[in-house]
């Protein structure tokens, strides 16, 4: 099913990182320069979130973590 920016109203995002997938930033840290609204921040070598209303639902971030599928993005319906 595609998703248009209309189809996103009403819909809260959680953005998850897994702690168990993720490498971290100094063997990975590809999300932080994917995002173009900035929701991954750097937490020490770990992968902080922020602000995931921003998500723009682009999924440039699971394709830049694509060999470790540590990302996932919940639409949260109201
Ligand atoms: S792209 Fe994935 S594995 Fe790499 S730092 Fe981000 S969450 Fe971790
Ligand atoms: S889907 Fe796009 S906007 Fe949302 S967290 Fe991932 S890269 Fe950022």
Redesign the pocket.
């Known amino acids: 099913m595609s998703t248009t920016a209309e189809d996103t109203r009403g819909i809260f995002i959680r953005v998850e990182?897994?702690e168990e997938?993720?490498?971290?930033?100094a063997?990975?840290?590809?999300?932080?320069p994917?995002c173009p609204v900035n929701i991954?921040v750097p937490r020490g070598d770990r992968?902080g979130v922020q602000e995931e209303d921003e998500c723009i639902l682009c999924d440039l971030?699971l394709q830049?973590?694509q060999?470790?599928?540590?990302?996932r993005i919940v639409r949260l319906y109201e």
């Open positions: 990182v897994s997938r993720c490498v971290g930033i063997a990975c840290g590809r999300c932080l994917a991954f992968i971030c830049a973590c060999p470790y599928e540590a990302i």
